[in-house]
């Protein structure tokens, strides 16, 4: 396999990426499509389940269309979680498939939240609390709201088995997606019990057979060889959820190991050899492909959005529009002390929020400490700040390495300010596409079952750069962390009058 490569596909929510890698871990191709989902004014979101799959074609003929497709060894789908992705008796969508961020069933999802009997069982069998989106709270939402629908649902899928099944015709699954809503984490199974606590018993026979990421599930047919560019008879390998392939993909495989995605929202991801299960954390645990370890999931609602509403309010309009702001506002901000003049940020910028380490819909970002010795260019350090304590809220103590990937990742001293303010050392992931990387590594597992997960990162994924925490700057971090945290718990209360209040004042309004 000297001269192979290997496809990866990452079916997103908005966007289709895939990549193609060579044996060596050598990027050689890549190609994007915009897969935008159908979103309704009563909270409604679906995709076309064939248009869906006709989007991976494609951009998989895209991407193979300078390359010589005799050369693919393997490939692997990874995909967006969750949803309602069901088949009837003639395999065939019983509708569009329901989306993660649908919310039709926010009620069913709040009855369960609030029932302290079925929260308990589900968080504990599954690792998760109940949501609108989750496959499970939309089976009883259909059950009870479309029972013809939901009758007619014989195999229930998600994302990324739909477009393997099309692909090659082969039904399963594998464990990190079955693991968000109906999977036992303690069994690694179904979970019967709770299927009939929910009162969803029926769909266990709809439920497919599971398969671990790395294994091949099936063979590319011909009819899609036609249609796509790929060889017929091309090994699939059975692929996982997105964010557990992203942490794959970025080189976590070990106890300990945390991955942080600092983009658009936080993602931050935690290896642990069980779950620990917590009624007041908004965070899921989903199993850990591939090996037994489970993965808690931790995403905070904004990352670089902080810093870009900073940039838009603290900067000049001549300063804005320099093709180098980030270096212009690093440059600045560099040799300050930390927490500069005592300034702190909570970097709650988002307009739904805060869902994580906490839930409050309510929580707004602030800056605390502010005097008239104040400067911008501390107030600017203090938001690259917040994100870092707003990490180490959501990963909580530990030892191990943080992977860092997304666009914060960039930055030349975001790095070493999280390394500091964790007191863990931070390795940048090497390759861009942490998703789609990890379901080429699935696929490479899959043809070369001999070859362990710790040489295929190796391969894949090596170190581009490392930051170790200084500890100075950590016992300063230390200290202030502490106050920060401190201060989001006493505002919990607050947040949620505020909240009300403004809510009060726009029905005023709309009157």
Not at 174 to 179: N, V
Not at 186 to 201: F, P, V
Request: charge should be negative.
């Amino acid at each position: 396999m000297e001269n192979s490569i290997f496809l990866g596909l990452d079916v997103g929510t908005t966007n289709i990426k895939a990549i193609l890698v060579d044996s060596h871990g050598n990027e050689v191709a890549k190609a994007e499509v915009r897969n935008p989902p159908t979103i309704t004014e009563d909270g409604y979101s679906e995709t076309d389940m064939h248009g869906l799959f006709e989007r991976c074609c494609t951009v998989i003929k895209t991407v193979l269309s300078e390359q010589n497709s005799a050369c693919l060894a393997a490939m692997s789908v990874s995909g967006q979680g969750e949803g309602l992705w069901a088949l009837d008796e003639y395999n065939q969508p019983i509708g569009p498939a329901i989306l993660w961020n649908d919310g039709r069933a926010s009620r069913t999802a709040s009855q369960w939240l609030n029932h302290e009997g079925v929260k308990q069982i589900y968080q504990h069998t599954t690792g998760s609390v109940p949501f609108s989106g989750a496959t499970s709270v939309l089976l009883a939402w259909f059950k009870k709201h479309e029972r013809n629908t939901y009758d007619r649902i014989k195999t229930v899928f998600w994302c990324k088995d739909w477009i393997r099944y099309c692909l090659t015709g082969a039904f399963s699954s594998d464990p990190s997606d079955a693991s968000t809503s109906m999977l036992s984490l303690e069994t690694k199974g179904w979970a019967h019990d709770l299927l009939a606590a929910l009162d969803i018993e029926e769909v266990k026979q709809a439920l497919p057979a599971l398969r671990p990421s790395n294994d091949i599930a099936g063979y590319v047919q011909s009819t899609v060889a036609q249609m796509t560019g790929l060889p017929e008879g091309l090994p699939v390998a059975t692929g996982a959820l997105d964010i557990v392939a992203t942490a794959f993909g970025m080189g976590a495989h070990q106890q300990g190991d945390t991955c942080v995605i600092l983009g658009t929202t936080c993602c931050c991801e935690s290896l642990y050899q069980a779950p620990k299960y917590d009624s007041n954390t908004s965070g899921g645990w989903e199993c850990f492909e591939p090996s037994s370890l489970v993965v808690n999931v931790n995403a905070a609602m904004a990352g670089t959005p902080n810093l870009d509403w900073a940039i838009g309010s603290l900067l000049t309009e001549s300063e804005r529009q320099r093709s180098d702001v980030f270096e212009f506002i690093e440059a600045n901000i560099k040799a300050l002390d930390p927490v500069s003049r005592g300034v702190i940020f909570h970097p709650y910028i988002a307009e739904a929020g805060e869902r994580a380490p906490f839930n409050n819909p309510g929580a707004k970002a602030q800056f605390f400490g502010i005097d008239t010795k104040t400067t911008r260019w501390d107030m600017l350090k203090s938001v690259y700040e917040g994100v870092a304590f707003s990490i180490r809220d959501c990963i909580g103590e530990g030892t191990g390495r943080i992977l860092l990937a997304g666009g914060g990742a960039k930055s030349e001293i975001w790095p070493q300010i999280i390394a500091d303010c964790t007191g863990r050392s931070v390795v940048i992931a090497k390759q861009s596409e942490a998703c789609s990387n990890g379901s080429i590594m699935y696929a490479f597992m899959a043809v070369n079952p001999e070859c362990p997960a710790e040489q295929v990162i190796a391969k894949f994924n090596g170190e581009q750069r490392a930051f170790t925490p200084n500890k100075h700057n950590t016992d300063i971090y230390e200290a202030y962390f502490e106050v920060y945290k401190e201060i989001r718990t006493q505002l919990d209360g607050i947040w949620k009058i505020h909240d009300g209040l403004k809510n009060q004042r726009t029905k005023h309004e709309r009157l």
